[in-house]
């Protein structure tokens, strides 16, 4: 993950060698952060479509399907940086434990929301591959997934929403008449890869999603879990309100 860091230099020290060692681990933190950013980034545009889709199954099921295995892809690449984060705090690297954690609400809602991403997307795919004839249990199991998930989601976008976009932009935004970077390039390809390798799996699950459009013409219009989950998010939102997220 190294290699995904800026070769940005830093503020001069007292010592050329630790000059080195601090650029060094100054680029690889806002190589990561804005690795992280851009991964949030293209997850929040799939995730509104996943919720717009969701609203009208009936209609857009190829399409939520579709997208719901392409955003595993970008997943990928945010669990990855994020726990690249994690690895490098928690084992004293010096320039990230500069940086510092995420504030204590957002450390422990981090691995619920992993866990329960996971679940969604999990239990999503194998309904694909299953079909609605063997679901079984994974059909409850993604609506009560889902359900939990919106909540924890709509708390992580609302103590992020405003850092994120000012994180891209700063990656793409040239300095005192420098070129883009490297590292910039590198970003942005790894978040296209994870993107394309998602749209290749989805390719290849799609046939599995005809029997679901039988199943979604006796369906209800909107799925209760949806109406729920919405409703508990809007209540943990102004619940949370108060805690300092940024």
Same mark, same amino acid.
């Given at each position: 993950m190294k290699s995904l860091s800026d070769n940005e230099s830093v503020r001069p020290s007292g010592s050329t060698v630790m000059d080195g060692e601090n650029g060094e681990? @100054? /680029?690889?933190v806002v190589g990561n952060e804005r690795l992280t950013a851009l991964a949030s980034a293209v997850l929040l545009v799939l995730i509104l479509v996943e919720l717009v889709s969701s609203a009208y199954l009936r209609a857009l099921l190829p399409t939520h399907v579709f997208v719901g295995v392409v955003l595993a892809g970008p997943l990928l690449v945010k669990i990855g940086s994020t726990f690249y984060r994690f690895l490098c705090y928690y084992t004293r690297s010096p320039a990230f434990v500069r940086k510092g954690p995420p504030h204590l #609400?957002? @450390?422990v809602l981090g691995p !619920?929301?992993?866990? /329960?991403?996971?679940?969604v997307v999990g239990s999503g795919i194998g309904l694909v591959v299953t079909g609605p004839a063997q679901a079984g249990s994974l059909l409850p199991l993604h609506n009560?997934? +889902? !359900?939990?998930?919106l909540s924890m989601i709509a708390i992580h976008v609302f103590a992020y929403i405003w850092r994120t976009p000012r994180l891209v932009a700063d990656d793409w935004r040239k300095q005192s008449g420098r070129s883009l970077t490297p590292g910039r390039w590198l970003r942005l390809s790894v978040n296209i890869g994870a993107l394309l390798l998602g749209a290749f799996a989805a390719i290849l699950l799609f046939p599995g999603?005809? #029997?679901?459009? +039988?199943? /979604?013409?006796? /369906?209800?219009?909107i799925p209760a879990p949806l109406i729920v989950g919405m409703l508990v998010a809007t209540l943990m939102l102004l619940v949370t309100r108060p805690l300092r997220w940024r």
């Open positions: 681990g @100054r /680029s690889g #609400p957002l @450390r !619920l929301l992993i866990v /329960s991403t996971l679940v009560l997934s +889902v !359900l939990v998930w999603a005809t #029997p679901w459009l +039988v199943w /979604s013409q006796t /369906s209800q219009t």
